[in-house]
Structure formats: structure tokens, C-alpha cells
């Protein structure tokens, strides 16, 4: 069936440091794929999104790639900061029987960024 | 409304009430979900809807979970006979629905469940 594997934390990195958050899905055709951040406190939020394949989503120096060759949407920043510790959720947007989507969230990787 | 209302923010109850759980969309979304974030466990897929259609509840954990919405707007999550293993923050999110996908979910701030 659909589902969504992202790579398991904690990440503890140094400042300054690249950062990759490995996630891979199965799915029925091509799905839409987001990340979502959760900082310390705070709700859940949109971080980047793709629609198609080979898309490039990014949004606050992270980005990432639509792979549909490799079923992938692998999150990087080439430098992080203390304020990008959070917690990070990949989620495909995966097919429903009455046809739409519906986001299926990843276990989540907690980022601790350390100055 | 502006965001994603939930109600209560937090509940303590004992084992084996009921309890209810509210959300209040974003005027306008079709779609709405509840997830359940447990210690450890990330982020779990409760049910969905989208519209008119049939709810998808292959998330719900057991049949003491049910949850409903009415006139398309306002959702209630109710758990039955409470447990302890039921204690974990419930989130819900609501988002349009286009043709194209991409639905962006907007999150509420959730509701902290306590089974004691």
C-alpha cells in the first residue's frame, strides 16, 4: 500500500553544517510531496512543496527534488542555523478511493542545531 | 474564521470516559483531517473528509475512535471508554481541495489529551 519512509533522527548537527533528510514514498501514480516543520512550541507548518517530477521546492535556504525515478523528496540546506532546529515531516499527498489526496505524514526528524 | 480553531487545548480526564474533541475549520476549506501526535510516534493519520464524500477512516486505531463532521464545517472527534495509551495531542487541519493537488494544510494548535 501507499507510504512514506523519512530517515530517522535525532540529527544533532553544528552551525553551519548541510544538512539531508532522507524520505521516500510508494504511491499510486504522482503524487504531490510537502515538507512540514514544527519549531519548539509552535504548530505545524508548511516548509516547501512539488508538484511533478523534477520540481525543485524551497522556501528559507532548504530545498528539495521531486524524484520520480527514485520515489524521493530528500530535504537539504547547505548551511544550517540554531533557529532551523525543529522538527521536520515529509508527507506525499497520497490517493484516496473518492479520488482526491490525502497527506500521509512521515515518523519526523527532530533537528538539533548546536552553536 | 482567521485559523484553525480546536477546543478543548487541554483535557484531563480518567479511564474509561468519554471525551469530545472540536475543531473549527477555515471557512471555505472542504477538506478537513485529524492526526494524533504521540511521544515517539510522529504524526498519525486519524480520518479525513473531503466534501460530500464518504469519510476516509482507515486511520481511526480502534472502533472506540469516531469522529464526524457536520454541515461541512465544524468536526468532532469522540473517544470512548477512554485509555491510557489514548493520551497524546490530537491535531486537526483543514485545506482546499484543487483539481491540480498540492492542498496545503493549515494546522490548529491541537488538543492535549491526559488519561490518567
Known amino acids: ?115 | 474564521g482567521a485559523g484553525v480553531s480546536q477546543s478543548p487545548s487541554n483535557k484531563v480526564t480518567e479511564k474509561g470516559k468519554d471525551v469530545e474533541l472540536r475543531c473549527d475549520p477555515i471557512s471555505g476549506h472542504t477538506a478537513l483531517y485529524w492526526y494524533r501526535q504521540s511521544l515517539g510516534q510522529g504524526l498519525e493519520f486519524l480520518i479525513y473528509f473531503q466534501g460530500n464524500s464518504a469519510p476516509d477512516k482507515s486511520g481511526l486505531p480502534s472502533d472506540r475512535f469516531s469522529a464526524e463532521r457536520t454541515g461541512g464545517s465544524v468536526s468532532t472527534l469522540t473517544i470512548q471508554r477512554t485509555q491510557q495509551e489514548d493520551s497524546a495531542v490530537y491535531l486537526c487541519a483543514s485545506s482546499l481541495v484543487r483539481a491540480s493537488g498540492a492542498n496545503v494544510l493549515t494546522f490548529g494548535a491541537g488538543s492535549r489529551l491526559t488519561v490518567l
Open chain 1, 1 to 115: 500500500g501507499d507510504s512514506v519512509t523519512q530517515m530517522e533522527g535525532p540529527v544533532t548537527l553544528s552551525e553551519e553544517a548541510f544538512l539531508t533528510i532522507n524520505c521516500t514514498y510508494t504511491a499510486t501514480g504522482y503524487p504531490s510531496l510537502f515538507w512540514y516543520v514544527q519549531y519548539p512550541g509552535e504548530g505545524l507548518q508548511l516548509l516547501l512543496k512539488a508538484t511533478k517530477a523534477d520540481d525543485k521546492g524551497s522556501n528559507k535556504g532548504f530545498e528539495a527534488t521531486y524524484r520520480k525515478e527514485t520515489t524521493s523528496f530528500h530535504l537539504e540546506k547547505g548551511s544550517v542555523q540554531v533557529s532551523d532546529s525543529a522538527v521536520y515531516f515529509c508527507a506525499p499527498g497520497l490517493s484516496t478511493q473518492g479520488g482526491s489526496e490525502k497527506l500521509v505524514f512521515g515518523k519526523g526528524t527532530k533537528l538539533t542545531v548546536n552553536p
